[in-house]
């Protein structure tokens, strides 16, 4: 076997180029590369395998193997040495391909007689596309040099499967980006939306992989790098006197400087990458490590080389945020991620949104239930597959994305969205109606609320108040800590909204998933058993006085109400209330109107407090139940953790038997109390709260028609029998018990 020089590689891609660009359907330009690629490595066999569907690579091309095996041969992520590449997203490089790990023999492409195993993973931006495999009968092991010319074809093939190609009639692989795609992810947000998509960053795209002239890509490169160093440094200037966003600027600057990346992207451009495929071949490098990196840390430096690598492809391809696309009239909003204030800027102009990362208890998630936006998180490869202006729908009662579906599955979905207007239409119909069930019961629903945005909702859900407003929303969509005489008024436009409803302000609930991004995170273990809400407060109290103040001044003479999240002892809460006396008392002496009444009540988050001494109950002005909290104490199982969380149903005998016993000791001592997770806004857990004694209960507003609904059609003593029923059955959970009775009622 010859020795290769960078020339060769160069020739390679130059040879490839023409073969890209001549007028031929996608299967004979594959045909033509592998054919290529054979030749010029001195290979018998060279082939090209492509992903099927998320877990099958076919053999889409080859040179040397059976050409009947064309498009026959299927293989498993994983599955014999070509699968082992896909899964890994690693070289193999063998000698002796039969006896290595994982070999899979295939009589169909006549392979067995090939030692010589080189496979490299297509892959473009962590993307995996496929494989690329050289074969030969001499048993030798390819050398460093003849892997990374592959290396870079590959990556090349990567982007040019990217820009379809290979698209042709017959045989030739289906068009990425237009093909239906179904992609499963977890609901943040009930709801459903058709739409088009709308790309938070769209991708950059790169048409030129291959270059001809190194001298002058790699003077483009040098120019763009130097203009990224001069906006770092600016970035830098910039982030004076916040420390945390330094430290991320400063990793930043040191990649920007680095020697070595500098380096390996000059050396593909010798080997005839462009200069922005040269930065995207890094970067797909770095986005694979960071699949594979256990390391936190390390995963997050990663995450910083990757964001200064679009930086860079922006200022080589000019391709900035805004691409000039007009934004469709029904715009779903696809992205990586998106933080809680960019998110406020769309506003309720966005039908629905989907994010390939996020979380449920993400904030992004927390402004999208504000702005009653169906959302979908974890939805794997979104903002890889979906293009600008594709037809989507999103069913945020599955957590399912249909990308560009077909006819079939469109009509199907649309009945479901009429659906969902038919029921929007009968609860709007029972709007001003009370929540009274048909044994005369009522039950009083109020909203649960922490931006500006949710204030219209008091108006059209029929709320009767708001029975719990997160006040750290408004602190965790800023970048800095709001000032008292801003919380002052935004208090006031609360109260203002809400005409004389009352509204609960609950004070700063943060900590455990509530990081506020201007305050150094605690590098705790078990953060949700952390120091969080009211520890925090009482340890530091200047935050937590500042925001009564804030209060005391937004409630100017009207009467106000507060409670304390996460009271797990009695004394917690004397203290909390000492601190408002203390307040009141130095508002007085400032000559501020004090509110003309005040309760102060707790949220009974953690199972200490129901078992509280007796004088508790009296003390405390009234109890609100945080149920997302409570249960995932009650269950040792993480609310965020969609693992063990559906493991544990709320309708489960021991949780509602447990409830049951604190609405008693409420009943018992006169403590007005409601019922404020997220829980109360489900319609079944709503009626088996109301049977057990829960006379008030508050949910996201989008919740209290359906609640409303069924709750008019049942009568509570007909339910205690039911849960009687399954107590004596010995049943692990009511459910069952009540989907039957009420279906009875429809
Ligand atoms: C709860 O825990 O149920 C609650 C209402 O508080 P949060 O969800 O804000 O923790
Ligand atoms: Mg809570």
């Known amino acids: 076997m010859p020795e290769r020089t960078e020339s060769d590689s160069r020739k390679l891609l130059g040879r490839l180029r023409d073969a890209m660009a001549g007028d031929v359907a996608g299967q004979a330009r594959l045909d033509k590369i592998t054919h290529l690629i054979a030749t010029s490595m001195g290979c018998e066999v060279c082939s090209i395998y492509l992903f099927r569907d998320e877990n099958t690579l076919e053999l889409c091309a080859t040179e040397g193997l059976k050409e009947d095996a064309v498009h026959q041969t299927r293989m498993k992520v994983g599955e014999g040495l070509v699968g082992r590449v896909a899964k890994r997203r690693q ?28 496979g ?23 050398s460093a040099d003849e892997v990374y010319a592959l290396e870079v074809v590959a990556m090349v093939l990567a982007e040019m499967t990217e820009l379809g190609a290979f698209v042709g009639e017959g045989e030739a692989m289906s068009a990425r980006h237009s093909h239906a795609v179904l992609v499963r992810g977890t609901v943040g947000q009930e709801g459903v939306a058709e739409g088009h998509v709308w790309l938070h960053e769209p991708r950059v795209v790169v048409s030129n992989p291959i270059a001809d002239d190194p001298e002058r890509e790699a003077q483009r490169l040098q120019e763009a790098v130097d203009a990224l160093r001069v906006s770092v440094d600016q970035m830098l200037t910039m982030s004076i006197g916040d420390k945390d966003q330094q430290q991320v600027i400063e990793a930043y600057r040191m990649f920007a400087n680095s020697k070595s990346w500098m380096r390996r992207m000059q050396e593909d451009i010798v080997q005839g990458l462009s200069a922005e495929a040269a930065v995207e071949k890094e970067q797909s490098l770095a986005r694979a490590r960071i699949g594979q990196s256990a390391d936190a840390y390390l995963r997050e430096r990663l995450s910083d080389l990757d964001d200064l690598s679009n930086r860079l492809l922006r200022i080589l391809t000019g391709q900035g945020s805004d691409t000039g696309a007009d934004m469709p009239s029904d715009p779903i909003l696809v992205a990586r991620n998106i933080g809680p204030g960019e998110l406020l800027e769309y506003g309720r102009s966005l039908r629905g949104i989907v994010l390939e990362q996020g979380s449920v208890g993400s904030h992004a998630a927390i402004v999208a239930r504000a702005l009653a936006i169906p959302l979908i998180v974890h939805a794997s490869r979104i903002s890889t597959e979906a293009l600008n202006g594709d037809h989507i729908m999103v069913d945020g009662e599955q957590g399912i994305v249909h990308l560009r579906p077909d006819d079939t599955v469109a009509s199907a979905f649309r009945d479901k969205i009429a659906m969902q207007a038919a029921a929007q239409e009968r609860y709007s119909s029972i709007r001003d109606k009370p929540a009274m069930t048909t044994c005369g019961q009522t039950i009083a629903l109020h909203m649960n609320a922490g931006l500006m945005a949710d204030l219209p909702s008091l108006a059209n859900s029929g709320a009767e108040g708001v029975g719990l407003f997160r006040t750290e929303l408004q602190f965790l969509v800023r970048n800095q800590m709001p000032k008292r005489s801003e919380l002052s008024t935004l208090y006031a436009r609360v109260l203002g909204a809400a005409k004389g409803k009352p509204v609960v302000f609950r004070t700063l609930d943060i900590g455990s998933d509530k990081v506020l991004p201007y305050m150094k995170p605690n590098d705790e273990p078990n953060p ?11 340890d530091k109290p200047g935050i937590m006085r500042m925001q009564l103040q804030a209060l005391f001044r937004a409630a100017d003479g009207r009467s106000l109400t507060v409670m304390f999240p996460f009271i797990a002892q009695f004394d917690e809460f004397r203290a909390a209330r000492a601190e408002v006396d203390k307040t009141l008392a130095r508002e007085a002496r400032l000559g501020h109107t004090l509110p003309s009444s005040l309760k102060i009540g707790a949220m009974l988050e953690t199972p200490s407090l129901a078992f509280a001494p007796q004088k508790f109950f009296e003390e405390v002005d009234f109890l609100s139940i945080g149920g997302n909290d409570l249960k995932q104490f009650f269950f040792a199982a993480d609310r965020e953790n969609e693992r063990v969380r559906k493991r544990y149903d709320t309708l489960n005998v021991s949780f509602l038997t447990f409830l049951q016993d604190i609405a008693n000791r409420c009943i018992q001592t006169d403590t007005p109390v409601s019922f404020c997770g997220e829980d109360a806004g489900r319609p079944v857990e709503a009626l088996c709260f109301a049977a057990i004694g829960f006379r008030t209960l508050s949910m996201r507003p989008a919740s209290i028609g359906p609640v409303k609904s069924l709750l008019r059609r049942c009568d509570l003593n007909e339910v205690r029998d039911v849960i009687e029923a399954a107590r004596d059955r010995g049943d692990q959970s009511v459910r069952s018990a009540m989907m039957n009775y009420i279906r009875g009622k429809y």
């Open 528 to 538: 949700a058993m952390g120091w969080r809400a009211i520890r925090v407060g009482l």
């Open 91 to 118: 070289v193999i490089n063998t000698p002796d391909a039969p006896q290595a790990r994982g070999f899979r023999y295939m009589p169909e492409t006549g392979e067995e007689i090939f030692s010589s195993f080189l």
């Open 120 to 142: 490299i993973p297509i892959q473009r931006l962590g993307d995996a596309l496929g494989v690329l495999v050289v074969q030969s009968k001499m048993a030798r092991e390819f």
